[in-house]
């Protein structure tokens, strides 16, 4: 299916390598990014082809780092692009866009884009057993995905995560390591693993062909708005991968012929301030990120305090006229209960940070009320439901009995929306 993969690319001095489970540049250290054909691409796609295709991620197949058809993950991606009027009235700008990976299919994050990818990839390299270091998502997507596909799996994670996403990793059987410390211990004892045992750690070994797949939550945003990209996108940030992978999106659309225009969206990142090394370093002015050595936030699924792609993050936050933001657990908390009573969304913690942060631009006259936002909305209020559970009303208990009910309804001022 796709010849148009040379190989891989030192992103730093541009060496190239071989397709292979590598993510580092022997000289340099240099992460390697997948290294396409793209005139080649150009010849056999064409607007027509993907709308033709069925909605999901594969669509997009030609641009993805596999060289069969896509064995894990098949129906993965094809997220709703939602036009977000109330919140836009709320927020006090004119054109709002939510694209929702809160649904994303199986496991309700945009990680189940990049793990369709890896996994698929992992097979065609022959790795029976897989794994990730995970902040809770990669860790639910792997194991559910890798279940599907008959893989052994093992799941690294900080020992402190929420239940929901820890039974959201056993339920599928993966063997899952809880580790004492932080992501970032849990990142070097899985490259470690990764050499010891030959297994295929999808963020680690298979990071190269793992992060293409955030690349689909891009295209979609510009095929739903009609074959262009918005002005402003704003994008939640952990290891900084998803932010420059949008980027990337738009301009290889634009490469390849399926948009008109040179996209010249500016990026946004947002983080929380209990976690921001990569806005801190934005904001001092710095080329790459600030690590944070002991991440503190409601936010886990984007506590990485020592972020692999920080520095290629600032780079696109700085070359497109963006900018980035941080913000506080109770901002996050607010920010998460009105996008879920404004658009009936619920969001997770990382929605909240992006939410929140756009917020805040907004407020700053970073971005125009009057020009079109996409906010990034990458995982599933479900699972983390402790960062609202103290914010929101109890349910009122009654017998069953109308008198009791009409009691209440006196009682009780209308409920005010917001
Ligand atoms: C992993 C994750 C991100 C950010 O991913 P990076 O590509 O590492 O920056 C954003 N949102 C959610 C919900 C995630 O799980
Ligand atoms: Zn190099």
Redesign the pocket.
């Known amino acids: 299916m796709s010849d148009f993969v040379r190989g891989l690319k030192c992103r730093m001095c541009g060496k190239a390598y071989p397709k292979q489970p590598l993510n580092y540049c022997e000289d340099d250290f240099g992460p390697l990014e997948v290294d396409y054909d793209y005139d080649a691409i150009r010849e056999v796609i064409n607007r027509g082809k993907i709308e033709m295709r069925p909605f999901n991620m594969w669509r997009y197949r030609e641009l993805l780092p596999i060289d069969g058809e896509p064995t894990v993950g098949p129906l993965v991606g094809g997220t709703p692009l939602v036009r977000a009027h109330r919140l836009a009235e709320a927020l006090g700008v004119e054109t709002l866009w939510i694209k929702n990976d809160a649904v994303n299919f199986p496991t309700l ?3 189940d884009r ?1 793990v369709s990818v890896a996994l698929s990839k992992a097979r065609e390299f022959g790795f029976t057993t897989v794994g990730c270091a995970s ?4 860790a639910n997507s792997v194991a559910a995905n890798a279940a599907q596909a008959g893989l052994n799996t093992y799941v690294f994670v900080p020992q402190d995560l929420e239940t929901a996403k820890i039974i959201g990793t056993t339920v599928y059987g993966a063997k899952l390591i809880g580790i004492k410390g932080t992501y970032d211990d849990v990142n070097r004892l899985c490259s470690q693993v990764a050499d010891r045992y030959n297994w295929g750690l999808v963020n680690v070994n298979l990071r190269p062909f793992y ?1 293409e797949g ?1 690349k689909t939550f891009g295209y979609e945003i510009a095929e739903q708005l009609g074959w262009r990209t918005p002005q402003h996108v704003v ?9 420059g ?1 949008i980027h990337k999106a738009f301009h290889e659309m634009y490469k390849v012929g399926l948009l008109d225009r040179e996209p010249r969206t500016k990026i946004y990142g947002a983080q929380a301030t209990g976690c921001n090394p990569i806005t801190s370093g934005l904001k001092a002015g710095q080329d790459s990120h600030r690590p944070v050595r002991k991440p503190n936030t409601i936010a886990k ?2 506590a ?1 305090g020592d ?3 920080g520095y290629f ?1 600032i780079k696109v936050m700085r070359e497109t006229g963006g900018f980035g933001e941080d913000v506080s657990d109770p901002e996050i908390t607010d920010a998460m209960l009105l996008l879920a009573q404004t658009e009936g969304i619920f969001a ?1 913690t ?2 909240g940070v992006t939410l929140a942060v756009t917020k805040k631009l907004i407020d700053q006259g970073r971005i125009p009320r009057d020009e079109e936002i996409v906010i ?1 909305i ?2 599933n209020g479900l699972k983390t439901q402790d960062a609202v559970a103290n914010a929101v009303e109890k349910p009122i208990i009654i017998r069953p009995n109308i008198d009791d009910f009409a009691a209440v309804l006196e009682g009780q001022p209308e409920p005010v929306l917001v």
């Open positions: 994050s945009f990680k990049v902040t809770g998502n990669l992060a955030s994008s939640p940030m952990a290891g900084g991968s998803l932010i992978k699924s984007l990485i972020p692999a792609d993050a997770e990382a929605g990034c990458t995982g």
